[in-house]
């Protein structure tokens, strides 16, 4: 018997989905993706970016701080007993994910701890094969595999990946080899400033290394940078390579004037790269339509339709431009009604 519907990804969007489906008795399977060394190191571990993060401070309902202070102010008075169940600080991007994980499995949510690595959508029903090599049949699906975090692409910054070069401060700037060091940060949007935040906690000094003389981020995020006095921005400037040795890892980059050319080592026990996403679609090639860019094409307006009918998509795999947690979430919701009543007209 196929699945009727099948969700491949574990983000905001894809619990979002299953929730919803769910709810509508389509008992959906999530394929929240492997637990391997290689999604380790690309950023792709199932419950996606978020768990990657450290506070979320614009996700609605979840606000930063003490929790009950804002219930207690928020609340009327017939409510204030509700503030004694929630004593605690804000909501990390790791606890809002497994309550949304938790929320979904609540409602009778399957879920594979499995990569989708093989889509067949010539002929329905669908075909999904996984990376444990499971095949499932779905009449429909939903795509919320989401995006990753990109890399310079230089061979020194490969060679250095777990020795010191890393896309995630959350993950690894606590590590003893960065404590009272100074750290490296490549971009200049908001992940960049967040990135050098986070890290100078740990380091002496963050060197947030910028191509252009203005940052990208929010003027919020960018005044966050300037008035943090352990982060010094480095305009004009790009990495032209990782500096270290087998020992040691990282010991520093060597940087380049994008004005006048003139290059200069800067000594450095880690290396963090913050510019930007590619989106998780490889396995989709030739499969689904899509951007220049990779992300998957929505096919009609104001719907998660794809160029395959009964195949939908959600979150951040289609969507360049909000990447917000709260409107991954949002289209995952939307995912869900479309595929249910996609299902619905077809008599499935
Ligand atoms: P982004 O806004 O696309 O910024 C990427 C940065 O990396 C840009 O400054 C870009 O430089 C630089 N860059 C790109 N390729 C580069 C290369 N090859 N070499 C050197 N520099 C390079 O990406 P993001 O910062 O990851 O943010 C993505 C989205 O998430 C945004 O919508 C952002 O608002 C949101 N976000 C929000 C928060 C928050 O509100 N707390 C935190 C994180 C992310 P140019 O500026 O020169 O293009």
């Given at each position: 018997m196929p699945e009727k519907i099948v969700i491949v990804g574990s983000g905001p969007a894809g619990w979002t989905s299953a929730i919803y489906a769910a709810r509508a008795s389509l008992e959906p399977v999530v394929f929240e993706g492997a637990v391997t060394e290689d999604n380790r190191l690309?950023?792709?571990?199932?419950?996606?970016?978020l768990a990657l993060t450290t506070e979320v401070e614009n996700y609605p309902g979840f606000p930063a701080g003490d929790?009950?202070?804002f219930l207690r102010s928020a609340l009327p008075s017939e409510h204030q007993w509700l503030v004694d169940l929630h004593q605690k600080e804000g909501c990390s991007g790791p606890e809002l994910m497994h309550l949304m994980r938790q929320q979904a499995v609540n409602f009778g949510t399957k879920i594979v701890t499995d990569d989708?690595?093989?889509v067949d959508f010539d002929s329905h029903p669908f075909k999904l094969?996984?990376?444990?090599?499971?095949?499932?049949?779905a009449l429909s699906v939903i795509i919320a595999t989401?995006?990753?975090a990109n890399y310079l692409g230089l061979e020194s910054e490969e060679k250095y990946k777990n020795l010191g070069v890393s896309a995630c401060a959350v993950c690894d700037g606590a590590l003893p080899r960065f404590r009272?060091?100074?750290?490296?940060?490549?971009?200049?949007?908001d992940s960049a400033v967040e990135e050098a935040d986070y890290l100078s906690k740990f380091a002496s000094t963050v060197y947030l290394v910028h191509r252009r003389d203005e940052l990208r981020a929010s003027k919020i995020m960018a005044q966050r940078a300037f008035d943090n006095p352990k982060i010094e921005i480095l305009w004009n400037t790009t990495i032209?390579?990782?500096?270290g040795n087998d020992t040691d890892g990282v010991t520093g980059v060597r940087l380049k004037s994008t004005v006048d050319g003139t290059e200069r080592e800067q000594e450095a026990a880690g290396a963090f790269m913050a510019i930007?996403?590619?989106?998780?679609?490889?396995?989709?090639?030739?499969?689904l339509d899509m951007t220049a860019k990779k992300y998957l094409q929505w096919t009609v307006p104001f719907r998660t339709n794809t160029s395959v009918e009964g195949v939908f998509a959600a979150g951040d795999v289609a969507d360049d431009y909000y990447r917000q947690a709260v409107t991954a979430a949002g289209s995952g919701c939307m995912a869900a009604l479309d595929a249910e009543r996609w299902l619905g007209t077809k008599g499935f």
């Open positions: 690309q950023g792709t571990m199932p419950l996606g970016q929790l009950s202070e989708i690595v093989e094969r996984s990376l444990g090599g499971e095949e499932v049949e989401g995006a990753r009272g060091k100074p750290l490296i940060v490549a971009g200049g949007g032209e390579e990782v500096l930007g996403h590619t989106p998780n679609t490889t396995f989709l090639e030739g499969k």
